[in-house]
């Protein structure tokens, strides 16, 4: 069997294999939606694809929505190549349950793949004609935290940002350019109000998109790029809205033991692939069953009934309240602290991490002590509830092939997030965060890990992070085994509000993350006996 629209003819054969397909017309869905775009997408990997091409499958199949998506790819062009093409942008999504379950459907929602940029001429032409139609309504992103910084640590343009800004909308690159270039593609043109919606695990991921794409309008506007009317058509939020989300759903990389899975019920071409810009992809996608998707209601110009899909339409306040509490407590510093940690202490799967006591305390102390002592209920989703379904259920399933390897990738870009805004909360509740003893832990985890040694004293190699030269550079002179190595090397980094958003020795922890970090280099099992200290 194969995953093209032309295999899925053959309805026995998949159902034999217990794999659904879609209950509607593939082929005729995508050229509607060549026809007619409503939805474009940036950033079309393997959360897009099976949770918010999940989302567009359901309504689609419910008759309640009549166009796909139309998938943008400015980052990773191998991903349009290798993945989409081959395969008539189907998806072969497979949902995996801790009883060792696993629920495989065909979704055929993904009606068109693009590159952005300059990198195919014809796909430049289709997005400016795209964005030109005044019938579409909403163009989401999942492009990682990174994906929005136009500024490195040293709060200088990053080298592509400048580049961007300097030669103007006609050649730009990045996703933030990218979507300013369209805009100012629709406002020459129709005109008409749109939705940009951030779906990425980042706080205030709207204001973050608006104020990204808000900046680089102005700065082609100084230049003389685009007239100043552009600039008000971006900044009235009754025409370009940019709604707040919150976004969950664990999709780990593809499994080879699924793609082995996969060729067994009979489907050809299973193969995970890592394409040249280090994307782990495959035809199919495995992730986990919960999924939490809450989003702003704020659509000028209409927009699919996503709450009939299990989406969460509400306002800006319950939407950040819920971010917050998912992004800075209840889950991704839970999974951030497990991910510095395990990579150092050698571990290749989360669920195995569970099964540590002390990684366990770790959580337990991080999430449901320390965090949950400033995190606000948003009313929709109980934080109680929530944490506990990440503890008990989500992390320790053994079916999920989750790595802390994967989850360390750009973990720079989420100290702020992710912990930052914790100990402020704690300084501005208490006057200082000195009383906290899980979320230092979990820094000086992050800073132990970036020496690239495990426990044991052995080399492993770091996940990929936009500042790891930078840190690392900052690190030299600290040796495993040696203690005394480090003197003051820590400062620039645990000072840095471009990275931890609060200066955490005026928070009051620097000095605790050092002596932890310190405690953490002392030499083979170091790492486990700080832990264990500070934890018991």
């Not at 395969?87 to 929602?109: P, W």
Request: aromatic share 8%.
């Amino acid at each position: 069997m194969e995953l093209t629209r032309k295999g899925i003819r053959d309805t026995e054969e998949w159902q034999k294999a217990g794999i659904r397909l879609p209950g509607y017309d593939v082929e005729a869905l995508a050229a509607r939606t060549r026809e007619k775009p409503a939805w474009v997408h940036f950033g079309i990997g393997n959360i897009f694809r099976i949770f918010i091409g999940g989302i567009a499958d359901r309504l689609i199949e419910e008759g309640l929505w009549d166009w796909g998506i139309t998938c943008v790819e400015a980052f990773d062009y191998d991903v349009v190549d290798q993945i989409y093409k081959p395969f008539d942008n189907l998806v072969l999504a497979v949902t995996l349950y801790g009883d060792g379950t696993a629920e495989k459907r065909v979704l055929g929602s993904l009606g068109e793949a693009l590159k952005a940029g300059t990198e195919d001429e014809n796909d430049a032409d289709r997005l400016k004609e795209i964005f030109s139609d005044p019938g579409l309504q909403m163009v989401s992103y999942t492009i990682t935290e990174k994906g929005y910084a136009l500024r490195g640590a040293d709060g200088e343009y990053l080298a592509w940002v400048r580049q961007d800004i300097e030669k103007g909308p006609n050649h730009a690159s990045g996703a933030m350019a990218l979507t300013a270039a369209l805009l100012y593609e629709r406002y020459r043109t129709s005109g008409a109000p749109i939705a940009l919606v951030s779906m990425d695990n980042v706080s205030r991921n709207g204001e973050k998109l608006r104020e990204a794409v808000l900046e680089i309008s102005e700065a082609w506007a100084e230049k003389g790029y685009v007239p100043l009317g552009f600039l008000d058509y971006v900044r009235d939020e009754g025409r370009i809205a940019f709604p707040w989300t919150m976004i969950d759903k664990i999709t780990p990389r593809p499994s080879e033991r699924i793609a082995d899975m996969l060729r067994e019920n009979g489907v050809e071409h299973m193969e995970p692939v890592i394409t040249s810009r280090k994307t782990y992809i495959a035809p199919f996608v495995n992730a986990e069953a919960p999924q939490y998707l809450v989003v702003e209601d704020r659509f000028p110009n209409g927009r699919p009934p996503l709450e009939k899909a299990g989406v969460y339409m509400t306002d800006r306040e319950t939407v950040n309240c819920s971010e917050r509490m998912k992004v800075t407590v209840c889950l991704n510093p839970l999974h951030t602290a497990l991910a510095v940690y395990g990579c150092v202490l050698d571990y290749t799967l989360l669920a195995d991490e569970m099964k540590d006591e002390d990684l366990c305390r770790l959580v337990h102390q991080l999430g449901p002590v320390e965090g949950m002592k400033v995190v606000k209920d948003p009313g929709i989703i109980s934080p109680e509830k929530f944490i506990q379904e990440v503890i008990q259920v989500r992390f320790p399933n053994p079916f999920i092939p989750d790595t802390p390897q994967r989850i360390a990738v750009d973990s720079s870009q989420m100290m702020g997030i992710r912990f930052g805004e914790t100990v402020k909360a704690y300084v501005e509740r208490y006057g200082s965060a000195e009383c906290l003893t899980a979320v230092p832990l979990a820094v000086a985890g992050w800073c132990r890990y970036l020496l690239a040694v495990t426990d044991e004293g052995e080399p492993f190699e770091l996940s990929p992070d936009p500042m790891i030269g930078e840190l690392t550079a900052q690190l030299a002179g600290v040796r495993f085994g040696d203690p005394s190595s480090l003197e003051d090397q820590l400062k620039p980094i645990l000072s840095n509000e471009n990275i931890f958003g609060i200066d955490l020795y005026e928070a009051g922890i620097g000095e605790k993350i050092e002596e932890m970090f310190r405690e953490e280099i002392a030499g083979p099992g170091a790492v486990r006996k700080t832990l264990q200290k500070y934890l018991k």
